[in-house]
């Protein structure tokens, strides 16, 4: 929990400010996740702080969302195009991905249990950038990422599988 929380701090994710009265709160949870190495030995116990965004309401906390698919079919068009080229292919995963994505709405999370503001218990945390579970959040993430690789001059390709048939 605690390394999660310093990453959000960090990342400089939200600030903590008197509860609005005129805009919703989100409640907010932690997650836990034990992984395992193969012999079933415990290798890792995680924890990710997510905002409940089942709780969000369209056209009232959010306006749009957006979800983006990898379909099999075009993951080994890919890989057959790199292997027939003889280009190299690299892979990455970035742990805090979503803690780097600016959010454009005025969104209010509760604040992390065992982490409160002492002196600020009644107060909220209103995002600058996007949390795990929040409805808008894949959005502003594509948003930043297509624009830092439409700066670089990448353009986005759109395959399409050919059907042998």
């Known amino acids: 929990m605690v390394e999660e929380y310093n990453s959000i701090m960090t990342n400089d994710v939200w600030e903590v400010v008197p509860r609005p009265k005129d805009r919703s709160v989100v409640g907010s949870r932690w997650i836990y996740k034990i992984n395992y190495v193969a012999d079933d030995n415990i290798e890792k116990y995680k924890a990710r702080f997510m905002e409940k965004g089942y709780t969000q309401k369209e056209e009232i906390d959010y306006e749009e969302t957006f979800t983006l698919i990898a379909h099999y079919n075009s993951i080994r068009s890919i890989i057959s195009l790199v292997a027939q080229m003889g280009w190299e292919?690299?892979?990455?995963?970035?742990?805090?991905?979503?803690?780097?994505?600016?959010?454009?709405?005025?969104?209010?999370?509760?604040?992390?249990?065992?982490?409160?503001?002492?002196?600020?218990?009644?107060?909220?945390?209103?995002?600058?950038?996007?949390?795990?579970?929040?409805?808008?959040?894949?959005?502003?993430?594509?948003?930043?990422?297509?624009?830092?690789?439409?700066?670089?001059?990448?353009?986005?390709?759109?395959?399409?599988?050919?059907?042998?048939?």
């Open 89 to 165: 292919i690299h892979q990455m995963d970035v742990k805090t991905t979503l803690l780097n994505a600016v959010i454009q709405e005025e969104v209010y999370i509760e604040q992390p249990e065992c982490f409160k503001t002492h002196e600020k218990r009644t107060h909220v945390c209103r995002l600058k950038k996007a949390l795990y579970g929040l409805k808008q959040a894949l959005k502003a993430w594509y948003g930043q990422i297509d624009s830092y690789f439409s700066n670089w001059d990448f353009s986005r390709v759109m395959l399409i599988p050919i059907s042998t048939t």
